[in-house]
């Protein structure tokens, strides 16, 4: 078992390359945190941020160039309406949920089609959220270190002929295990992503613990056919942008990235797990 998730792992740094291992410029002290409450009603999982259902929920902002940075892709972003984010997160006993509303201008989901990268569906080449956990608090300077947590990509589901593109390894969590659920809105090409892990993926936090975090979109505006051709063999990075929530402001002095903190625990973020008697509403005041 160890040694076919460290096959898989290792699998998983070549995707989106290795990050560079030298010192950064940044200060511990600004490390973002997002505190997360117990859940006093539990969402459904279809892609709608109904009314009410995310209130007792954390929520944070990801918007370039204040709070958040490219990753990996071709740097072309064009503005809010480009690639800019919210997201809600909270938890229950069981699950950790999340709710995630993204405006985007052309929104795309057929790129590679069923066509396999490196074991797996590359769908950061189509619009997607990835959800990064270093369940076991390592901080480490590589990711998925650990048999809990690590990075989990979700694309999106709306192609028939892709009923399911997910980027998760089964041997790292079983398909059954979670939930996910992206609308798109076909006259605007933003998309609302709902989704649901266990806790028992993620280190199994409980109420006061934290663990180490981030996310990020994807966001991929043109469709290459030739992504589809079978005899189609060599790899192309159709992203425009990928847009971190991250951990530290301009962690590489810009808003560029091209040092791979996705593959960093040490540079992600934090997620603390507020007490159950904690609400969204007391926490925000301070
Ligand atoms: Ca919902
Ligand atoms: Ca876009
Ligand atoms: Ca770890
Ligand atoms: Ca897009």
Not at 5 to 13: D, E, K, N, P, W
Not at 55 to 84: I, K
């Amino acid at each position: 078992m160890l040694k076919k998730l460290v096959s898989v792992v290792v699998c998983l740094g070549f995707v989106l390359g290795v990050g560079v291992s030298f010192a950064q410029d940044r200060e511990e002290s600004q490390r973002r945190t997002i505190k997360v409450p117990y859940s006093k009603s539990t969402p459904i999982i279809d892609g709608v941020l109904s009314a009410g259902e995310w209130s007792d929920a954390a929520h944070d902002t990801v918007l370039l160039p204040n709070n958040a940075f490219y990753g990996d892709g071709n740097d072309l972003w064009d503005g809010p309406e480009d690639n800019s984010y919210e997201f809600w997160v909270k938890y229950d006993d069981t699950f950790i949920y999340f709710g995630v509303s993204v405006k985007d201008d052309v929104y795309i989901s057929e790129n590679y089609g069923d066509t396999m990268r490196y074991n797996l569906y590359p769908v950061w080449e189509n619009d997607a959220v990835e959800y990064f956990f270093d369940g076991d608090q390592s901080r480490s300077e590589t990711r998925n270190d650990s048999l809990i947590g690590g990075q989990f990509i979700f694309g999106l589901g709306t192609e028939p002929s892709n009923s399911a593109r997910v980027s998760i390894p089964e041997d790292i969590l079983p398909p059954d295990q979670y939930q996910w659920k992206t609308v798109v809105d076909a006259k605007t090409s933003d998309w609302v992503q709902e989704a649901k892990f266990p806790l028992s993926a993620i280190g199994q936090p409980k109420p006061g613990d934290w663990i180490g975090f981030n996310m990020s979109v994807d966001d991929p505006d043109t469709f290459d056919p030739q992504t589809r051709d079978p005899d189609f063999t060599d790899y192309l990075e159709l992203r425009d942008t990928q847009v971190y929530w991250e951990a530290f402001p301009n962690p590489y002095g810009g808003n560029v990235n091209k040092a791979g903190t996705e593959n960093k625990e040490s540079m992600w973020g934090t997620m603390t797990f507020l007490e159950k008697s904690v609400s969204v509403h007391s926490w925000e005041l301070y």
